[in-house]
């Protein structure tokens, strides 16, 4: 990714950060602060051109004066610009160094949300395709006081994990297919008890309904908070894709025991790929 790109992911960063009303550290803003000297230096513009003396001997004078103005903003410009890629770095990194402790900073949020829409999911339908607006029974005011608070709560969730993606991006991308789930929810990790138990074909239709749901956040949000396999938290920088690599850890252990002719192989082949 080049520096320009870094420096717009963490420009958003800091944004979030401010609008989640998280401590923004000094070295953050110092370092955002260098940058603009630097930017604004390298911008020194020229300086206006002096009227033209009357006479020869003055505009001589005059002429010299303005070529060394001149080229001192030419050579401010140019030495402005070799600090450029310097304090765009130490700006990015700075803004690296706090994302941690903001993303750690939403975690209080985010779970006295997650807490809101589990209460009201168990007051909604069992059926996720009633909590739908469109086929609500808002007749039933149980139904509807709740389903107004999922609502209410899912969409300060959505803006909150929205705010932590902005804010993780300049640590580094979350990484491809189902990055939005593992950005807030964690599969447990394999082991070979689980894996010989075929536990996967309980774990695995999480990450389905999670893509049927595209969409429909509040069914989404209601189904993460009432399923029992996934334990939903804000991933940090890296995480999601250690969480996403769990995953494949699951997959790729269900494949080495079913190449095994014995359960006594399929156990070692599971052990020696879960141990490497």
């Known amino acids: 990714m080049s520096v320009g790109a870094n420096v717009s992911n963490a420009d958003k960063a800091v944004s979030a950060a401010e609008r989640r009303k998280l401590p923004v550290p000094d070295a953050v803003y110092e370092a955002q602060r260098l940058r603009t000297a630097v930017f604004e230096t390298g911008r020194t513009p020229d300086p206006e051109r002096p009227a033209l003396p009357d006479t020869a001997a003055e505009a001589a004078e ?54 809101t829409v589990r209460k009201a999911a168990a007051k909604l339908p069992e059926d996720l395709s009633r909590i739908d607006a469109r086929r609500m029974n808002w007749n039933n005011p149980v139904h509807t006081v709740a389903h107004e608070k999922a609502s209410g709560a899912v969409a300060q969730l959505e803006q909150l994990v929205s705010d932590r993606a902005d804010i993780a991006q300049v640590a580094g991308s979350d990484g491809g297919r189902d990055n939005a789930l593992y950005a807030v929810a964690a599969m447990p990790d394999p082991t070979t008890e689980r894996v010989m138990a075929e536990d996967w074909k309980q774990l695995s239709p999480a990450i389905s309904r999670w893509r049927e749901l595209r969409g429909q956040p509040v069914a989404r949000w209601v189904y993460l908070v009432r399923q029992q396999e996934l334990t939903l938290s804000l991933a940090t920088p890296g995480e999601v894709r250690q969480r996403s690599a769990v995953v494949e850890r699951w997959r790729d252990a269900g494949h080495a025991a079913r190449a095994a002719n014995t359960r006594k192989g399929a156990e070692a082949n599971v052990r020696e790929l879960l141990t490497a």
């Not at 939403?106 to 006295?112: Q, V």
């Open 62 to 115: 005059v002429i010299r004066q303005h070529a060394e103005a001149l080229r001192l903003a030419d050579v401010t410009r140019r030495a402005a610009n070799l600090f450029s890629e310097e304090a765009d770095t130490r700006y990015v990194q700075a803004t690296i160094d706090a994302v941690p402790a903001w993303v750690a900073g939403l975690e209080k949020e985010f779970t006295a949300l997650v807490t």
